[in-house]
């Protein structure tokens, strides 16, 4: 059994394509091509010439010391906090702005919740000179106001959602009614492993290069490339696939992901997707989602904004449904306080969305041979009033 996808675009039983009809052609022509593209030489090259020169790529894989003498245990961080921009979502905008050129597109069109991924979409528009239209809830661009001004720098247009809640899902609703209204000029850059098929395989081969890399740099100072645990969050399931990805079928690599919890499980107030969904689409992806008895999408809460997302990947989904990686949910609490031990241990400051995969080193033991691989997603300069709030600093 394979944990990635099979040729229906399907992973286990999560996966799919539920879309509109009128969206139909956009998403066929999509899968139609993207493979093709992604293995075409030129293709390739272009990409890999981005990560290196624009993006910072290859991103250390980095000992922590201090950290693994304080948990006894062996402990490398993938930086991806040291991409530009901040975290590992420009891997994969880099990625989708060559298969939009590929396909002759030349209006791009994104969601965003935080606005991180609508920063990494306005910054690859803004290096190839493409039109780009970024949708946000009226809500969260109240609350985000730096990434909104960085949009703007970019060069981006910058539409509030103002239906429902006026946040991330009516922020999509637009993008995808947009899409519709624009097929024939428009891609739309999803910036996480979720939506309708080929979008999840899609961005989870573009991340793939988190783990690449991780095989290589390991093999090289540990002379094995597979570690005992790879740990990364999960908000859609991005960068835990990307560094998940080239393991997926190795199961001597045990696989950890991590979930917010928010003010805790039974608080209502949480995003732990997995334990506390159940089957249903969003997204026009059929997965796991928090969602009411009568199937209406509850509103999910994390103090990081990169992972109040109500559902994750189809990929996740099967990962958790078959048992492969192990799901741990953290709370806001936990998260913050593993945020500041990385920053005073290490001097590296993580985004909090990071910060959960470092609380599991406090709830989980390790054996003091293991070889334990962190992904650092994102750096914390974005949530540095969050956490000074919090600790009251
Ligand atoms: C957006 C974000 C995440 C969550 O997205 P995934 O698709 O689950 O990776 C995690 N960490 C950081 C730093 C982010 O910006």
């Not at 990805?245 to 979930?259: F, G, P, Q, T, W």
């Not at 249903?280 to 209406?296: A, C, E, F, N």
Request: aromatic residues 8%.
């Amino acid at each position: 059994m394979s944990y990635n996808i099979n040729k229906n675009g399907y992973y286990g039983e999560f996966g799919g394509a539920f879309i509109p009809e009128m969206l139909y052609p956009n998403i066929e022509e999509l899968k139609l091509n993207y493979v093709k593209f992604m293995n075409d030489p030129d293709f390739k090259k272009e990409f890999n010439q981005l990560l290196i020169n624009y993006v910072g790529r290859p991103t250390p894989l980095y000992f922590a010391k201090q950290l693994s003498k304080r948990h006894n245990t062996k402990i490398y961080l993938k930086r991806e906090d040291l991409c530009h921009t901040g975290a590992h979502k420009i891997n994969n905008t880099i990625g989708q702005i060559l298969i939009a050129k590929k396909l002759n597109k030349t209006r791009i069109i994104a969601e965003t919740g935080a606005g991180q991924h609508g920063v990494a979409t306005a910054t690859v528009c803004a290096l190839m000179g493409i039109e780009c239209v970024i949708y946000m809830g009226e809500l969260d661009i109240e609350r985000q106001a730096p990434n909104v001004a960085r949009m703007k720098m970019l060069g981006a247009k910058v539409i509030p959602a103002k239906s429902g809640s006026k946040t991330l899902k009516d922020a999509t609703n637009e993008a995808i009614r947009d899409w519709i209204n624009n097929p024939e000029n428009t891609h739309y850059i999803i910036g996480s492993v979720v939506g309708p098929h080929p979008y999840p395989d899609m961005v989870a081969r573009f991340q793939a290069i988190i783990s690449e890399e991780i095989k290589w740099q390991l093999e090289s100072i540990e002379g094995s490339s597979s570690p005992d645990y790879i740990i990364a969050c999960v908000g859609g399931g991005s960068n835990a696939a990307g560094a998940f990805y080239h393991y997926l079928d190795d199961k001597n690599v045990k696989l950890i992901a991590v979930e917010a919890s928010g003010m805790g499980i039974d608080s209502g107030k949480s995003a732990a997707t997995s334990i506390l969904g159940n089957t249903g689409v969003i997204h026009g992806s059929k997965t796991l989602l928090m969602q009411t008895k009568d199937g209406q999408i509850t509103e999910p809460y994390s103090i990081s904004a990169g992972l109040d997302y109500p559902g994750i990947g189809p990929m996740h989904a099967n990962l958790y449904k078959t048992k492969r990686a192990e799901f741990i949910s953290i709370t806001d609490n936990q998260a913050m306080k593993a945020g500041v031990e990385l920053s005073r241990l290490e001097g590296i400051i993580p985004a909090i969305e990071t910060a959960h995969a470092f609380a599991v080193l406090e709830n989980k033991k390790f054996k003091k041979e293991d070889i334990v691989v962190i992904n650092l997603s994102g750096r914390g300069d974005k949530d540095l009033d969050t956490y000074i709030d919090y600790f009251k600093l």
